[in-house]
């Protein structure tokens, strides 16, 4: 059927199904009431699936049509191992719960239309899905088991409640113990398992590597760069072209420095800092200088095109996947140290208390001095290493005037209530082939707070002035928590004599900025500090700007990390289109248009890539503690449950105690304090508790490692993992 003809029927069907006195009917009935002969039924069926999927139309369990809003509800399911799911529901409170036998076929992430038994809104209530409207698994990554006539593949994805059957000649020959990528053919209707075919052998599960590959395909992380990108990147020079600087800021005579971890090399920000003593009091002239990508990554190329697809830069425990080619990424965007280099730098001058009293953002060359290792600067301004400050003699003095601004720049931010959250990050050491030699939490020093401190103060100056500009752009926004969370959160820490108070029914970051304050160093740190944090939104990107809550900021955007973030790119475009007067009514209609949807893909991949990143941290976690099967070691209880606790170890290491192995009482789980209660012994497990555990056991194919608890910790101090 031509697009014009089914958009016709389509339009005529709605308007019939929004008539008062039509009522749902079913397929054959529809086509009674058409007059549409038995032979055209197919593409009346057509036209009613199209209208579905669009959720212009709804389709009851016993299959009548009508309007979505009469019987259907459309959602995303969540899948578990044990086959049954739930789906959410935009505007609901609860998830609707999906029994195993009333799937539908559906697969976790498929966006689904579900009729409810009671159809009441808000209420936890069982569903059947009776379509599914958008496939989100076209190709499942996973362990493959060959039978004697066919396969199945076990998805890595434990949400996929069920296996993909691999018939005769589709399985490319793999074999046993092959982690393979499988093509969804028939899905089936949840009766039976979906079928499909082998379209890739990412090697054996032991081979060195083929863990992490599986995830980069579960994840559908794109690996390597189209041709037309590298055809781009190729006529691009290596050198910044003396055309290029013409009409810049020539700031390549300022000291400036980058500071990075050690093994960074796509290097996009540097920093100046003089000091000027003066009657009116100290003023710092603080410089922010983020490489110009945007003047080699121009929108619309092939390489904006694939930026975008990417979104960000992905870190996973063994490789980079990067957002930009290597060549522009390591290479002409990289603040490398003795290379011209073009910028866009946030010029600030800060008065003596951290304010900022003036600011420019001007498109400039540099040239970068020395690059930095947070570990040589902190070297520096925490230890006064004489063998560090001796190698750096020329640059000491710019680390201390940046560790007396930091200071005044978080002191001010501390007043004004930004919260702080200071979770170690684990820091996997692997060898030669991936396997795990060694972990241990990756600490935040001195110099890694100082650059924070410098680039939070570059991100609130660029928001503030282009919000007051009233030119389309992109914020980086945190939503203010949920009142309903906050007010359970009230409740739990009143249990340790702690309060938040509340205005009109909402919490200021600054009261929960003054509870972490009040709990550091005591037992509940690490309980109260997780809770708050699960109580609070997600951060993303948007068009509005409704500011930060947890920096508490009134303004914030993401302008300091273009060569791995997609939204710093973009705004940088528009500053530039800016600066030169180039915003005009069709430029600015232009971004109207296209930032929404930007807005939206970056927030999802940004999620994508964290996901990966923390999918690819328990793959090696576990690898590593097999090692470690029947020792002991001390840790924090980190999550109850009905079905166990949590337990981190000092390396951010976390196992399960499962609570069907604790022999020595029957334990419940009290929702309202979060703990695991003995019903004869009275023992309690909660978070924030400290306890002696055994690794009993590790699966790498589920990602999990299993702890047996022997009670009180033995020492005070920590075991070395």
Known sequence: MDKELLNERKKNLEELFHNPAYKPMKVKELAILLDVPKSKRPELREVLDALVAEGKAGVSKKGKYGKPEVFAIVGTFSGTAKGFGFVTV???????????????????????????????KGKRTEGTVVRVLERANREIVGYYQKSKNFGFVIPDNQKIGCDIFIPQGKDMGAVTGHKVVAAITDYKDGTQNPEGRIVEILGHINDPGVDILSVVRAYGLPEEFPDEVMAQVSGIPDQVQEKDMAGRLDLRNVQMVTIDGEDAKDLDDAVSLEKIESGDGVKYLLGVHIADVSHYVTEGSPLDREALRRGTSVYLVDRVIPMLPHRLSNGICSLNAGEDRLALSCLMEINGKGRILSHRIAETVIRVDRRMSYTDVNRIITDGDEAAMNEY????????????????????????????????????ILDEKGRPTDIRPYERNAATKLIEDFMLAANETVAEDYFWQEVPFLYRTHDLPDPEKMKSLAVFINNFGRSIRFQNGEVHPKELQKLLTGIEGTPEE??????????????????????????????YTHFTSPIRRYPDLQIHRIIKENLRRGLNKKRTEHYERLLPEVAVQTSALERRADDAERETEKLKKCEYMSRFIGEEFDGVISGVTSWGFYVELSNTVEGLVRVNEMKDDYYVFDEQSLELRGEMTRRTYKLGQRVRVRVTGTDKFSRTIDFACLGEPEADEEDEV
């Open 90 to 120: 935009e505007g609901w409170e609860e998830d609707v719960f999906i029994p195993p036998d009333k799937t539908g076929g559906a697969l976790h992430g498929d966006r689904v239309q579900i009729v409810t038994e009671d159809g009441k």
């Open 393 to 428: 003699r020329e640059l000491v003095p710019l680390f201390f005037r940046m560790k007396e601004l930091s200071g005044l720049l978080r002191e001010r931010r501390r007043k004004r209530g930004a919260i702080d959250f200071d979770f170690p990050e684990s820091k996997i």
């Open 526 to 555: 690490a309980l109260i500090s997780r809770l708050t944090l699960r109580s609070m939104k997600q951060a993303k990107y948007s068009v509005v700007n409704i500011g930060h809550f947890g920096l508490a900021a009134k303004y």
